[in-house]
């Protein structure tokens, strides 16, 4: 993004300079306001600005060069301070983690600290945007605390684990380097843990700060819009050849995407896990807005365990923040099999079916091609409470695709019979006019139209206020 279309930046400098007795003209440059500021030990907290946009932040950070950054009680009630404070003036809660775990010399103390400190964090929770930099070790403690974030960035030699290479190897006897184990690599492709990548803590802050410009300060505030000089009727020509013509041909959904921003700008977050899911923070007519994609160019777009925890957490994440909602529909469906079903996919998946259900921001879906059995519904289907639901003519929503559907109904005729069946299938199915018919889509468009009618959709939906009901909280399958 172009940091012209930002703020005026204030500088972050490490952990901060602090002039006790500024000048006025200065009072309003002033970067650093320190908390706690004469307890001893690896953990500084103060109010901030963040380099790439002046954004005002709580910023939080361990030192790993005392006692490797181990927690002392003293160190935990510090963060635990930032978290408060965060909450009290309602600003972004930033840790920056580097850390050994609690400090053993401190005994249970230091377990009991944590404790607290983890508290204070799960309390911002869903009220302020909570977002972690691991710069170096984040062992036991703080590294659950990555898990507690809503964004977390880890850097070029970050490394995070609850339990290391001994203990791992101890236990089943299988020997792992520190980086094998829970390196930035393994956290972005094979956890989900790290939202984001970067190559040192600078640059990490400022992906932070990319995340947090299209995100308010608390959950009571709507985000910033931006000024835009796209037409909300540009056309998108290329979308119109997009889909190819075999059903099993592939294209990358961030083209789609990308058509719809403003300026073709995104983020997306967690690219490399359950990578058959996009999900990406945009502007459309200068509103931040979240964008869950099925993609066909891993594994047909189908959903499975990893997706659904992803596309679960982002929308939580987006309604929390007062982030509109646009779904992009092309799955097959979920992804069969043993290991799949033993682990969990009924849970698994239910987790996006209660992430919908909750969200209460402008949602949009807009079919593109595939809308197939459960993962049709679970994907912000219309009776899942989307707020409207589009759909281009190559839209095919139905039970199943037309070859499986024949094999049952009809697995004992012949080949010939079959392959006429199929014909007569997708020519009276898997069309959205059908669905059309009964209020299930509420308009077939043009896809060349689709930025058109996404923006008058969100403008339409710049009133919408919706709660939930009134209860202690939901009790959804974690």
């Given at each position: 993004?172009?940091?012209?279309?930002?703020?005026?930046?204030?500088?972050?400098?490490?952990?901060?300079?602090?002039?006790?007795?500024?000048?006025?003209?200065?009072?309003?440059?002033?970067?650093?306001?320190?908390?706690?500021?004469?307890?001893?030990?690896?953990?500084?907290?103060?109010?901030?600005?963040?380099?790439?946009?002046?954004?005002?932040?709580?910023?939080?950070?361990?030192?790993?060069?005392?006692?490797?950054?181990?927690?002392?009680p003293e160190d935990s009630a510090t963060l635990a301070a930032g978290a408060r404070v965060a909450l009290d003036q309602r600003l972004p809660l930033v840790m920056i983690l580097?850390?050994?775990?609690?400090?053993?010399?401190?005994?249970?103390?230091?377990?009991?600290?944590?404790?607290?400190?983890?508290?204070?964090?799960?309390?911002?929770?869903?009220?302020?945007?909570?977002?972690?930099?691991?710069?170096?070790?984040?062992?036991?403690?703080?590294?659950?605390?990555?898990?507690?974030?809503?964004?977390?960035?880890?850097?070029?030699?970050?490394?995070?684990?609850?339990?290391?290479?001994?203990?791992?190897?101890?236990?089943?006897?299988?020997?792992?380097?520190?980086?094998?184990?829970?390196?930035?690599?393994?956290?972005?492709?094979?956890?989900?843990?790290?939202?984001?990548?970067?190559?040192?803590?600078?640059?990490?802050?400022?992906?932070?700060?990319?995340?947090?410009?299209?995100?308010?300060?608390?959950?009571?505030?709507?985000?910033?819009?931006?000024?835009?000089?796209?037409?909300?009727?540009?056309?998108?020509?290329?979308?119109?050849?997009?889909?190819?013509?075999?059903?099993?041909?592939?294209?990358?959904?961030?083209?789609?995407?990308?058509?719809?921003?403003?300026?073709?700008?995104?983020?997306?977050?967690?690219?490399?896990?359950?990578?058959?899911?996009?999900?990406?923070?945009?502007?459309?007519?200068?509103?931040?807005?979240?964008?869950?994609?099925?993609?066909?160019?891993?594994?047909?777009?189908?959903?499975?365990?990893?997706?659904?925890?992803?596309?679960?957490?982002?929308?939580?994440?987006?309604?929390?923040?007062?982030?509109?909602?646009?779904?992009?529909?092309?799955?097959?469906?979920?992804?069969?099999?043993?290991?799949?079903?033993?682990?969990?996919?009924?849970?698994?998946?239910?987790?996006?079916?209660?992430?919908?259900?909750?969200?209460?921001?402008?949602?949009?879906?807009?079919?593109?091609?595939?809308?197939?059995?459960?993962?049709?519904?679970?994907?912000?289907?219309?009776?899942?409470?989307?707020?409207?639901?589009?759909?281009?003519?190559?839209?095919?929503?139905?039970?199943?695709?037309?070859?499986?559907?024949?094999?049952?109904?009809?697995?004992?005729?012949?080949?010939?019979?079959?392959?006429?069946?199929?014909?007569?299938?997708?020519?009276?199915?898997?069309?959205?006019?059908?669905?059309?018919?009964?209020?299930?889509?509420?308009?077939?468009?043009?896809?060349?139209?689709?930025?058109?009618?996404?923006?008058?959709?969100?403008?339409?939906?710049?009133?919408?206020?919706?709660?939930?009901?009134?209860?202690?909280?939901?009790?959804?399958?974690?």
């Amino acid at each position: 993004m172009a940091l012209s279309r930002r703020s005026a930046a204030a500088s972050w400098v490490g952990t901060g300079s602090f002039d006790p007795s500024p000048h006025p003209a200065e009072v309003s440059r002033q970067r650093w306001l320190p908390l706690r500021g004469g307890v001893p030990g690896s953990t500084t907290a103060g109010i901030e600005r963040l380099a790439l946009t002046g954004r005002r932040v709580v910023l939080v950070r361990t030192d790993p060069a005392h006692h490797l950054g181990a927690l002392s009680p003293e160190d935990s009630a510090t963060l635990a301070a930032g978290a408060r404070v965060a909450l009290d003036q309602r600003l972004p809660l930033v840790m920056i983690l580097s850390s050994s775990g609690a400090d053993i010399h401190e005994g249970v103390a230091a377990l009991h600290g944590w404790g607290t400190a983890a508290l204070a964090v799960s309390r911002c929770s869903g009220m302020v945007p909570v977002m972690a930099v691991v710069d170096g070790l984040a062992v036991s403690g703080p590294a659950l605390l990555l898990g507690m974030a809503d964004v977390t960035v880890m850097t070029a030699s970050a490394v995070a684990y609850v339990s290391g290479p001994a203990a791992v190897a101890e236990l089943t006897g299988l020997r792992l380097g520190a980086d094998a184990l829970g390196g930035a690599s393994v956290h972005g492709r094979s956890t989900g843990v790290a939202a984001l990548s970067a190559a040192s803590l600078d640059a990490a802050l400022d992906r932070v700060a990319e995340v947090l410009d299209y995100l308010p300060d608390h959950s009571d505030e709507m985000a910033e819009r931006w000024p835009t000089d796209e037409p909300a009727d540009r056309p998108a020509p290329e979308l119109r050849d997009l889909i190819p013509p075999a059903s099993t041909g592939s294209y990358d959904v961030r083209r789609v995407i990308a058509e719809l921003s403003d300026d073709g700008d995104l983020l997306e977050l967690r690219a490399q896990w359950a990578p058959q899911l996009v999900t990406a923070l945009t502007r459309i007519d200068g509103r931040p807005v979240g964008v869950v994609a099925n993609q066909p160019q891993s594994m047909a777009g189908t959903l499975d365990i990893a997706a659904s925890q992803k596309g679960a957490r982002f929308v939580a994440f987006c309604d929390a923040f007062n982030v509109a909602l646009l779904t992009l529909v092309d799955t097959p469906g979920f992804m069969p099999g043993k290991d799949l079903e033993w682990r969990g996919m009924i849970r698994h998946g239910a987790q996006l079916v209660h992430s919908y259900a909750e969200a209460t921001v402008p949602r949009v879906c807009l079919v593109l091609r595939k809308a197939f059995g459960g993962a049709y519904i679970v994907m912000d289907s219309k009776l899942m409470g989307n707020d409207l639901c589009l759909a281009w003519p190559s839209a095919q929503i139905a039970v199943m695709g037309a070859q499986g559907a024949v094999q049952i109904l009809h697995r004992r005729e012949p080949p010939e019979v079959q392959r006429r069946l199929v014909e007569d299938y997708e020519e009276t199915y898997l069309n959205p006019y059908v669905a059309a018919e009964r209020g299930f889509v509420d308009r077939v468009i043009d896809p060349i139209d689709t930025r058109f009618e996404v923006v008058r959709a969100l403008r339409m939906l710049d009133s919408k206020r919706e709660r939930i009901p009134h209860r202690k909280h939901g009790n959804g399958p974690l």
